[in-house]
């Protein structure tokens, strides 16, 4: 009798969690190929049509999917089409960089409906920064003239390794130790009441392209973000890969050299190479002032730190194809915004080193976008997506 209740039991769970994942499934679907309609959702999920009809009647009585419309099929039929209500919630998205705090108010297809910005220089501690970062939250809100109740979630990714579950930050690295021992998953939670997600900004970037940008392109990509640091976030087989001890992807802290002439990475492929060439020098560290040094006056010194830091970066990219063998390799951060020299010197660098005939795309995100920062929202949905059971059902 034991075993007939175990099974019983069990048979209960394996039930639960079948239902979760086949409206994961649809979702999935509704979300990547939308407007579409119920046959076409059976066809290509594998599930029976009562199955999806069901998951779809339940999705539409707690307005999360609408329909917008028909076409015709072959037979003279019509097909009623599908799609995930664009207003069936809200997201505020969180890009927390070693220069600044942007904060973005996201529907369900990451439409930017309002943002916000401050410089916010994080490489020295600060009393209160959690403050700061709640005062421009609430100023987004106010501004969309929208309930902290209508928010289904906060996302924010930030440059530095996060254990995902409790979102505690792992290490700090260099210039960021205004953030040093804060818990913003706790903070920002017990203030709103909202769920909350924290992740790597590299990891958070990673997402972003693939429900947003050139990573739905791919099962298998890397994204490398590139600013004051350097970081990798790896999808593969279309999951984000954090490792066991949520540190992979920290490519900017692999050796160079050995011993007295030990160096990481990042202190050579990331703009933090420009910066202490600067600070030594006493000058303007600001990162758009080396753009704009590098892009509108083309000074020939500035130039050619450019051009290091891509040779450096072009290293660390062929080191990530030579043990991932990924399908692309997505730049974002702003090695983005000198693509033009990041593209030659990282190529010539792979032409020059890389085994074997076939390689990588090299590929550069989107430059009218901050990636981490969609991508924050991405990392809300995502999570919605993968359980909706307990997230759109319950909410």
């Not at 996302?155 to 700090?172: Q, R, Y």
């Not at 990891?203 to 890397?222: I, M, P, S, T």
């Not at 593969?236 to 001890?245: A, E, M, S, T, V």
Request: contains cysteine.
């Amino acid at each position: 009798m034991k075993n007939a209740d175990n099974y019983r039991k069990n048979s209960g769970l394996n039930f639960i969690e079948v239902k979760k994942n086949n409206r994961t499934t649809v979702l999935e679907i509704l979300h990547s190929l939308a407007p579409i309609s119920r046959a076409d959702i059976a066809n290509l999920s594998g599930l029976t049509r009562t199955t999806v009809t069901n998951i779809i009647n339940e999705l539409i009585n707690v307005d999360f999917i609408e329909e917008v419309g028909s076409k015709s099929t072959k037979s003279g039929r019509k097909k009623t089409l599908l799609k995930i209500r664009k207003d069936a919630f809200k997201i505020i998205g969180i890009n927390i960089s070693r220069s600044s705090i942007k904060v973005g108010l996201y529907d369900t297809e990451a439409n930017l409906l309002y943002s916000s910005s401050k410089e916010f220089s994080s490489d020295i501690p600060k009393k209160n920064p959690v403050k700061d970062l709640t005062n421009i939250i609430d100023s987004v809100i106010e501004s969309a003239e929208i309930s902290i109740e209508e928010i289904n979630g906060i996302g924010v990714g930030i440059p530095a390794p996060i254990d995902f579950s409790s979102g505690e930050i792992i290490a700090t690295p260099a210039y960021f130790e205004a953030w040093k021992n804060v818990n913003l998953k706790e903070s920002l939670e017990k203030k709103y009441g909202i769920k909350t997600w924290i992740d790597n900004d590299a990891n958070v970037g990673a997402l972003g392209e693939k429900w947003f940008g050139q990573g739905k392109n791919y099962k298998d990509y890397v994204f490398v973000v590139s600013d004051i640091g350097f970081g990798s976030g790896i999808v593969l087989n279309g999951k984000l890969h954090r490792g066991d001890f949520s540190m992979a992807g920290e490519v900017g802290h692999t050796i160079l050299g050995y011993k007295t002439k030990k160096d990481y990475m990042e202190n050579k492929s990331g703009f933090k190479y420009i910066i202490n060439i600067l600070k030594e020098r006493n000058e303007n560290c600001n990162i758009e002032y080396i753009l704009n040094k590098i892009n509108v006056e083309k000074d020939k010194e500035f130039v050619e730190y450019a051009k290091e830091i891509s040779r450096h970066a072009g290293m660390a990219i062929m080191n990530l194809i030579s043990i991932l063998d990924p399908q692309a390799v997505i730049i974002g951060g702003n090695l983005k915004n000198i693509s033009e020299i990041a593209y030659k010197e990282i190529n010539n660098i792979l032409d020059e080193n890389l085994f074997g005939p076939k390689r990588s795309r090299i590929l550069f995100s989107n430059k009218k976008e901050d990636m981490v920062l969609k991508g924050s929202a991405a990392l809300v949905l995502e999570r919605v997506i993968s359980d909706p059971y307990s997230f759109i059902l319950m909410h």
